[in-house]
């Protein structure tokens, strides 16, 4: 597709229930990322992607947090045991390559009750 | 330890008139610099970009300057318009295809 899909657009999970997230990236774009919005205007890397490899976890919690990019299917971002400081938008991004300009979706509202 | 800020949290400009955003960064490192533009309940939508080999990217009423020896930049918006009221983001990365860092943003009102 022309745009990012990020579904749901709201997930509410009690605490310690598991979350998961997806991200479909414009089409031909190779690398995927998502970020983690949890106060208004900051923005928190999380992962990306190239194709369907690893490409920086340098921001992942790696206890909780895991994510994966499959052929022919959308990335995903799954929480396990989450928590109250979860509660977040988490936005995905896709780009062509290198340096051309990421491309966001518009996220999902995660909130932990 | 803010990498990239954006000091202003707040501007307000008349509708026709300029409007400049500022962006400063702290590591020498990086090489390709970002604005970002974002509404309430969306993501933010890609503006403009610059690589450190240039000085001056325009695109439209939107123009972008980069100052390497003081790592700072900026947006201008020229003539500003009501519909260009929103958050702007500035960001910047390190390496080709690498993660963006975000400064805090901007919030632009433009008056009628």
């Known amino acids: 597709g022309e745009e990012v899909a990020q579904t749901p657009k709201h997930l509410v999970r009690g605490e310690g229930q598991k979350a998961k997230l997806y991200c479909a990236p414009i089409?031909?774009?190779?690398?995927v990322f998502w970020y983690q919005q949890v106060l208004k205007n900051e923005f928190k890397f999380l992962i990306s992607?190239?194709?369907?490899?690893?490409?920086?976890e340098t921001g992942m919690p790696k206890e909780r947090f895991s994510a994966k990019c499959l052929p022919n299917s959308p990335c995903s971002l799954e929480i396990q045991a989450t928590k109250l400081e979860d509660s977040a938008v988490y936005f995905c991004a896709s780009s062509q390559q290198g340096y051309q300009p990421q491309h966001f979706g518009d996220g999902t509202r995660l909130s932990i009750l | 330890d803010q990498q990239v800020k954006q000091n202003s949290p707040s501007l307000s400009v008349q509708e026709g008139r300029i409007s400049i955003l500022n962006c400063d960064y702290t590591n020498s490192m990086f090489d390709y610099f970002l604005w970002y533009k974002k509404y309430p309940a969306e993501g933010p939508t890609f503006l403009i970009s610059?690589?450190?080999?240039?000085d001056k990217n325009e695109d439209g009423r939107f123009t972008v300057f980069l100052n390497k020896s003081a790592k700072h930049l900026s947006l201008h918006i020229v003539p500003s318009q009501p519909g260009d009221s929103a958050v702007y983001f500035c960001?910047?990365?390190?390496?080709?295809?690498?993660?963006?860092?975000f400064g805090q943003g901007t919030e632009l009102s433009v008056k009628p």
């Open positions: 610059i690589s450190s080999i240039k």
């Open positions: 960001a910047a990365s390190p390496f080709q295809g690498g993660k963006l860092i």
């Open positions: 089409k031909g774009h190779s690398y």
């Open positions: 992607f190239q194709n369907e490899n690893v490409f920086d």
